[in-house]
């Protein structure tokens, strides 16, 4: 594998819609959340590896996680977990890591991508960063993987692009918020519009570069500390001076305002994995369209259900229709899958109500 | 307290509707059906204390509730636990205790009532007791205490009885099967018919005696071993002769045939606990209708379910109506009331599936 290929995982998120199995002590990304034996961030790690050195893929996350992080990726090593001190955006937790690798190997070309996501395809996924790198290695450009939508989703952000039938590297014209539905049936109708999944590629001084010029005091405060990285020191100057950064995301600080942004429309399916329906999609359907997870079922007149539990707890289910049935030790939840996006509030109300162990 | 008093609890059953709380290995009668940190038996086992001493109490189940029992019921000695070595229905066993209870006190009185039956006014209960006591004592009758009818239920047996408006223990003219809806609502209208909660009041002497009479050949079986009842070697008679005796209800054998069968209109409120909804009846109720026991729970937009669980585990719900919901450490169940029926049908189902530890 080629040393000069990094990755940058990003495995601080707590997937709150995902609760109860989601919570902030034990978020998503640690759950083995398909059934098959392999949590979310080993199955990424797995895939990345296919063309990233294993000790060249570094896992930001938060301090809480970094036990989860050890224990289940048994070839990562402390020191490729950067662990955030406070909770920032995504812009200052990947100029830290840029600047670490970029200080270990000038020649560093990275994938920055979210440990959480679901990606069937490995080997298409593969090709796909393999152009990109290849790509970054020669020219000084800002990548991201562009997902072509299937339908007019408005929970994602849009890449419109410039069209250009000769490149399959497109110059990127926007990024587009998420849209209303109008607004995204009209996106699906232009053809040139992919949805963001956070996958990013660029070489480890291109972004750096960018930063030096869009943002000026990150760039400063974090190169304070450029002399220090992967030295002894470089955990106090952290710690001393990570929560000073602007709370920006990678999107605002950068993609926005760089001229150099490119985007591979990929040629994968890609699903964020944001909700218990995403999810649901994903899965093995019985004849009822029953989406089942780890339980031992017994339904009747019950379709389009997606039924999480233990390994092998019994559940038997009468006249129920599109609902997310979730049970864990200590929580049970059953709620139409329609509302999936209220599932986020309902933790909010279990803390304030039952005290922050549920949540 | 009067010494003659005695009662014989029925404790047999397996209440497979009420799976998967009830299950072969742990009946609902030992279970805390309610959350008020007492069994079912408990609370029936103090009812009954309130006039009977409780070392006149005799417990009748099966060998394998043995230890439930007298874990359960403290102030139990295990000579008043009567284990059925084969399973028979009411008659056999009933004769076999009333026999036991003559030859320790000829002046015996006695009822007989399940072990798992809800009745909240204690007072009126214990009064009602009482009246029949009085009477058995005086005369060679054998009691039931009848319900009046609050709806035309068809899940019950009915009493019609002669009409007389002088007598508070009134004749009864006929037992009637389980009524189909018109019939029910016929007899309610007829004024004179009451459920049978299959409690019974009688004197030691007037049971025995009428299964002389009615009961030949289970008579004669069962007084073969008279002269070793409440003595080392009874234990060896029954474990030989228990399971010849004929498998026949106490209603088909005796109280369908002597003339001489009674009833007193019970003036407390009674429940047979048969299902979850009937336990659903008798539960307090949130203002949307919602019957918890353990739980604690969010719900919204969900009306008129009933919903137990372990204590404190955490259950939220949104958009369900009239469902069971009912949660134990391997067994999920979420079923529509209006199809309680279909519970027991579903214990042989699981059975068959994934073996009999869950049933």
Known sequence: MNKNYYAILMAGGVGSRFWPVSTSSFPKQFHDMFGTGETLIQRTFKRLNKIVPAENIYILTNEKYNDLVLEQLPRVTQKQVLLEPAMRNTAPCILYASLKIKKQNEDAVMVVAPSDHWIEDETTFVKNIQTSFDACSKQDMLMTLGITPTFPNTGYGYIQYERNPKNE??????????????????????????????????????????????????????????????????????????????????????????????????????????????????????????????????????????????????????????????????????????????????????????GDHLA
């Open 169 to 354: 590297i497109k110059k990127v014209d926007q990024f587009r918020e998420k849209p209303d539905h109008e607004t995204a049936q009209y996106f699906i109708g232009q053809g040139n519009f992919l949805w963001n999944a956070g996958i990013f590629m660029w070489s480890a001084k291109s972004i750096v570069n960018a930063f030096e010029i869009y943002q000026k005091e990150l760039y400063h405060l974090f190169m304070q500390g450029y002399k220090v990285y992967n030295e002894k020191e470089e955990a106090s100057f952290i710690k001393e001076n990570y929560h000073k950064a602007e709370n920006i995301s990678i999107d605002y600080a950068i993609l926005e305002n760089a001229p150099n942004i490119f985007v591979l429309p990929a040629k994968f399916d890609w699903n964020d994995l944001g909700t218990w329906g995403s999810l649901y999609n994903e899965l093995e359907k019985d004849p009822n369209a029953n989406a089942i997870v780890n339980a031992d079922v017994v339904l009747n007149y019950s379709s389009r259900n997606i039924i999480r539990t233990s390994k092998k707890k019994l559940v038997v289910i009468d006249s129920l229709e599109d609902f997310i049935v979730v049970d864990k030790d200590d929580v049970l939840l059953i709620y139409p899958k329609k509302k999936e996006q209220e599932i986020k509030g309902i933790v909010s109300k279990v803390k304030e109500k039952f």
